[in-house]
C-alpha cells in the first residue's frame, strides 16, 4: 500500500541554520503531498503542499518540491528560528473516494538560540 | 482559516467507564470527518472515517464495537471510548474534510487533540 519515509530525528539546528527533513513516497496513483507541523501541545497545521509533479509549496520560509522521478517531497527552509521548533509530519493523500492521509513518523526539530 | 474543535482537551476516567470526546467544525460543513490516535514521538494512525448520516468505515484492527462513532450533523461528530482500559489511554485527534481550492484536492482541517488517560 502507499507509504510515507521521513527522517527520523530529532534534529538539533542552531539558529538561522539550513534545514532540510527528507521524506519520500511510495503511492501507485498520483498522490497529493502535503507537510503538517505540530507545535508542542497543539494539533497538526497544515504547512504547504503540493498537487503535482513539479509543484512546489511554500509558506513561512519554508519550501518543498514535488519530485515524482524520485518520489521526494523534501522540506528546506534557508534560516531556522527557535519558534520553527516542533515536530513535522510528510503526508499524501490519494485522488480515490476518501482521500485518506497516510502520515510519515514525524521530525522533532529543534532550533537552538 | 478553517477551525476545528475538541472537547475536553484533557479527560482521566476509569478503568471500565466510557469516554466521549466531541469533534466540531466551527465555520464550515463536514461531511467527512477521521479520527486519528497517536502514540507518544510517533505518527498519527488512523482510526475510522466518518461520514454524516452514515456509518464509519474502520481501519483495520480498530474495534467499531470499542470506539463508537457518531457523525450525526455536518458540524459534530463523537468518538466514544467504551469500557476503556489503561491501554486506551493515548492523543485522540480529529480532523473534518473541506473542499480545497484545488478542484480535488480536499484538505483536512485537524482539531487540537483530547488527552486521554485511563488509570
Known amino acids: 500500500g502507499d507509504s510515507v519515509t521521513q527522517m527520523e530525528g530529532p534534529v538539533t539546528l542552531s539558529e538561522e541554520a539550513c534545514l532540510t527533513i527528507n521524506c519520500t513516497y511510495t503511492a501507485t496513483g498520483y498522490p497529493s503531498l502535503f507537510w503538517y507541523v505540530q507545535y508542542p501541545g497543539e494539533g497538526l497545521q497544515l504547512l504547504l503542499k503540493?498537487?503535482?509533479?513539479?509543484d512546489k509549496g511554500s509558506n513561512k520560509g519554508f519550501e518543498a518540491t514535488y519530485r515524482k522521478e524520485t518520489t521526494s517531497f523534501h522540506l528546506e527552509k534557508g534560516s531556522v528560528q527557535v519558534s520553527d521548533s516542533a515536530v513535522y509530519f510528510c503526508?499524501?493523500?490519494?485522488?480515490?473516494?476518501?482521500?485518506?492521509?497516510?502520515f510519515g513518523t514525524g521530525t522533532l526539530l529543534a532550533v537552538q538560540p | 482559516g478553517a477551525v476545528v474543535s475538541q472537547h475536553p482537551s484533557r479527560v482521566i476516567c476509569k478503568s471500565g467507564t466510557s469516554v466521549k470526546i466531541e469533534c466540531r467544525s466551527l465555520?464550515?460543513?463536514?461531511?467527512?470527518m477521521f479520527w486519528y490516535r497517536q502514540f507518544p514521538k510517533q505518527s498519527l494512525m488512523l482510526m475510522a472515517t466518518s461520514n454524516e448520516g452514515s456509518k464509519a468505515t474502520y481501519e483495520q484492527g480498530v474495534e467499531k464495537d470499542k470506539f463508537l462513532i457518531n457523525h450525526a450533523s455536518l458540524t459534530l461528530s463523537t468518538l466514544t471510548v467504551t469500557s476503556a482500559h489503561p491501554e486506551d489511554s493515548s492523543f485522540y485527534i480529529c480532523s473534518a474534510r473541506d473542499k480545497g481550492t484545488s478542484g480535488s484536492v480536499y484538505e483536512q482541517y485537524f482539531g487540537p487533540g483530547t488527552r486521554l488517560t485511563v488509570t
Open positions: 503540493a498537487t503535482k509533479a513539479d
Open positions: 503526508a499524501l493523500s490519494d485522488r480515490g473516494a476518501t482521500n485518506k492521509l497516510i
Open positions: 465555520d464550515f460543513q463536514a461531511t467527512t
